[in-house]
Nanobody
Framework: QVQLVESGGGLVQAGGSLRLSCAAS????????MGWFRQAPGKERELVAA????????YYADSVLGRFTISRDNAKNTVYLQMNSLKPEDTAVYYC?????????????????WGQGTQVTVSS
């Protein structure tokens, strides 16, 4: 069983920055691909960014490319999402997810464990 705990969400003005963290339990974190998803009210969950097990490969949704950066520290069992130049449309609950194989995927159904989510609200 893998437990994921997100932190770092909050209220920020448009143009501001936040850094989300996701701490994972277990000793195999370095073998997992990790993803950050978000879901806004009335909208489907979408993948924001993903990173492979060693961090060599990353994926970003077009809507966040150039503004968000995903990274990981396997020594700390933690994955991060640095969010810059935030926009009101980035408002959502952000979830981290773990896939028990090393290669990233954009399909949420391929992720095995999910955190409880952290709210990000961007005011205009």
């Amino acid at each position: 069983q893998v437990q994921l705990v997100e932190s770092g969400g909050g209220l920020v003005q448009a143009g501001g920055s936040l850094r989300l963290s996701c701490a994972a339990s277990g000793r195999s974190f370095s073998t997992y691909a990790m993803g950050w998803f978000r879901q806004a009210p009335g909208k489907e969950r979408e993948l924001v960014a993903a990173i492979s097990w060693k961090g060599a490969n990353t994926y970003y949704a077009d809507s966040v490319l150039g503004r968000f950066t995903i990274s990981r520290d396997n020594a700390k069992n933690t994955v991060y999402l640095q969010m810059n130049s935030l926009k009101p449309e980035d408002t959502a609950v952000y979830y981290c997810a773990a896939r028990l194989t090393g290669q990233l995927t954009v399909n949420g159904a391929d992720y095995h464990y999910w955190g409880q989510g952290t709210q990000v609200t961007v005011s205009s």
